[in-house]
């Protein structure tokens, strides 16, 4: 967890750098997992957003809830050219890899996964930041006693924003649905500003922080909490999990919601979603 001391530095960065229309830094650990959200900031991203870069190579701005900054506004192109194929990702035993092209947009599109089993062609497409490179992780999801092949990728990284996808196949490379997490945590999440202070609503509980515990002023706070700058697929425990960050002003976050995947009728189904304060905001 980054201190409030860092955020407070960061604004200050903000107003020194106003030029370059920085709009948003995130907590260091927005998201709470090994392969955290807030790893998208290395040195030198932030040196990128310091001199102005924005957010790099999101999807569709329509699929993101909450308030988008100007940003995240791009389309993805792809290279009319395609160059030759490049292995991108290796699981950890090297049982499986997986390729991408490069486009001149700054991502490896065309993707290709392949086993000793199966090649198949795989939806989506990553960053071409090697701190980015897709994440394989092999876990029997389903309970059969079989590892199925779990494949996170980067889609976006920048200014408050950290976007993960993810892609499931089984050992005989048929790709296992899963469950899409924005839609289901919008389903599960509410959250508004009251007179006293910031209140947040995740299956009938009630979170509250009074105005006094929050870093922003009132005059910078969101019109309500949002999600979807963050959003983190990850592996714990034999799982599939979604993570979310709270947001509720340009340059701060409150909490995590985390789901927890299911197999469920032959699809990786979400179950309900807890919610977590950061410490500095608990009671």
Known sequence: MTSKKWIIAAAAVFAICSATSILAFAKDNAIKKDSSAAAAFTANDQAVLAEGGGVNHMPDPADISGGESA????????????????????????????????????????LMIETSAFKRSMPGYNVTNPTYAPEIILADLNGDGTKEIVVILTT????????????????????????????????????????????????????????????????????RPQIGSFMQYAVDNGSLTATAAVQISPAEFVGDLTMTYRFTNGTLQVGKASFELYPEYGS
């Not at 292995?87 to 490896?108: C, L, P, Q, R, Y």
């Not at 296992?176 to 509980?205: H, M, R, T, W, Y």
């Open 71 to 110: 940003d995240i506004r791009h389309k993805r192109t792809v290279s009319a050219h395609p160059s030759t194929e490049d292995m991108i990702a290796e699981s950890d035993d090297k049982s499986v890899h997986i390729t991408g092209t490069e486009t001149n947009e700054g991502i490896f599109d065309h």
């Open 156 to 223: 976006g990284y920048g200014t408050g924003v950290y976007r993960s996808d993810v892609v499931v196949y089984n050992s005989e490379g048929n790709i296992i649905p899963v469950e899409d997490a924005n839609a289901a945590f919008s389903k599960q999440f509410g959250g508004s500003f009251s007179a006293q202070g910031l209140d947040v609503n995740v299956q009938g509980q009630r979170y509250h922080v009074p105005y006094t515990s929050l870093l922003s002023d009132r005059d910078h706070l969101n019109e």
